[in-house]
């Protein structure tokens, strides 16, 4: 069974809208091909940006310490990382609040 009616058949179709083409003005030529092209140009933007970026390597340093390491110790070096957290917190909050006084935020 033919896909086309026996009269007609995909040379003829061609034919046809070649003709039916030539018969158009340009501009309405102009916006067919515009309405063609821009779906086309959002569907492939989708189809690009679906595409998934490799997952960059981490390195993960791990500290490694004696198991007879006395708890003095420990708590020495807690105290330590505390103070470099609150530094780095500070020195965030700071920026944010300097960002603040520029645009008028309280």
């Known amino acids: ?21 030539r018969q158009q003005e340009r501009h309405k030529i ?11 140009l ?3 933007g989708f189809y690009v940006d679906s595409k998934p970026d490799k ?8 500290n490694s310490w004696p198991a007879s390491r006395p708890d003095a110790e ?6 330590a990382d ?11 909050r700071r920026e944010y609040q300097k960002l603040a006084d520029q645009l008028g935020i309280e």
Request: proline content about 8%; aromatic content about 10%.
């Open 1 to 21: 069974m033919a896909i086309f009616p026996r009269p007609s058949g995909p040379r003829a179709a061609w034919t046809d809208l070649k003709a039916f083409w």
């Open 30 to 40: 102009l916006f067919a091909l515009l309405s063609i092209l821009m779906p086309m």
């Open 42 to 44: 959002i569907v492939t």
């Open 55 to 62: 997952p960059r390597e981490t390195i993960t340093y791990i």
């Open 74 to 79: 420990i708590e020495k070096q807690n105290i």
């Open 82 to 92: 505390q103070k470099i957290l609150d530094a780095k917190r500070e020195a965030k």
